[in-house]
């Protein structure tokens, strides 16, 4: 079946503009995580969802920061007034249940790049 | 709170020789530990987790890890390497309550030598 799927798969913008991410994670799975990376770091958590709900949302730097999801599917991650300090990958991944016990699948990410 | 510390950025290996990425944790409860492997351009694959009972687990492409709970450790060991494993390895923890997040190491970039 299909993995999670993540576009766009890169995105150039320059500095304060809006950008729009987009996950589609595995069908059926329930929780959905944003994590970022950015360049030669490990990964940080910026949010999570538990069907359409986000208990936490306490990884989102700042206030230009937002993610929904809708249909229990979809997840849409919004920075807006883009800076330079938000050049990085951006991945998803979903998990079938909630728990720390279940295996988190990942999607390509998107590598968002600043000028 | 939870954290986990990846001590070695790169770990460079000649083809066929024995590997280990090491892996500390810190947590104040039960955890739940994961070994990802990342290609470039790629998202991150599990390789291994250990959720409860034996130590020692066993994963893809011939990886193992042993989780040690009095060193607080949980190393990944690979007996023969290939080319092919070159990449970046990533060591999580996550637990049973709040919000099941991933906690990350910073990764080690293991490059495979011919």
């Known amino acids: 079946g299909a993995g999670v799927s993540q576009s766009p798969s890169n995105k150039v913008t320059e500095k304060g503009k809006d950008v729009e991410l987009r996950c589609d994670p595995i069908?059926?799975?329930?929780?959905l995580y944003w994590y970022r990376q950015r360049l030669g770091q490990g990964l940080e958590f910026l949010i999570y969802?538990?069907?359409?709900?986000?208990?936490?949302k306490s990884g989102l730097p700042s206030d230009r920061f937002s993610a929904e999801r809708t249909g229990e599917s979809v997840s849409t991650l919004t920075i807006q007034r883009t800076q330079q300090e938000d050049s990085a990958v951006y991945l998803c991944?979903?998990?079938?249940?909630?728990?720390?016990?279940?295996?988190?699948?990942f999607g390509d990410g998107t590598r968002l790049s600043i000028l | 709170a939870q954290s986990v510390t990846q001590l070695d950025s790169q770990v460079p290996v000649f083809e066929e020789a024995p590997v280990e990425l090491r892996c500390n944790y810190s947590?104040?409860?039960?955890?739940?530990l994961f070994w990802y492997v990342q290609y470039p351009n790629q998202g991150l694959q599990l390789l291994l987790k250990?959720?409860?009972?034996?130590?020692l687990v066993k994963g893809i492409n011939g990886f193992e890890a042993e989780f040690n709970k009095s060193q607080t450790s949980f190393h990944l060991r690979k007996p023969s390497v290939h080319i092919s494993d070159t990449a970046e390895y990533f060591c999580?923890?996550?637990?049973?309550?709040?919000?099941?997040?991933?906690?990350f190491g910073t990764g080690t970039r293991l490059k495979v030598l011919a």
């Open positions: 947590s104040s409860v039960s955890v739940y």
């Open positions: 069908s059926g799975h329930t929780a």
């Open positions: 999580a923890v996550s637990g049973d309550s709040g919000t099941y997040k991933y906690i």
């Open positions: 991944a979903s998990s079938p249940r909630t728990g720390g016990s279940q295996p988190q699948h």
């Open positions: 969802f538990q069907g359409n709900s986000a208990p936490d």
């Open positions: 250990y959720l409860s009972g034996s130590t």
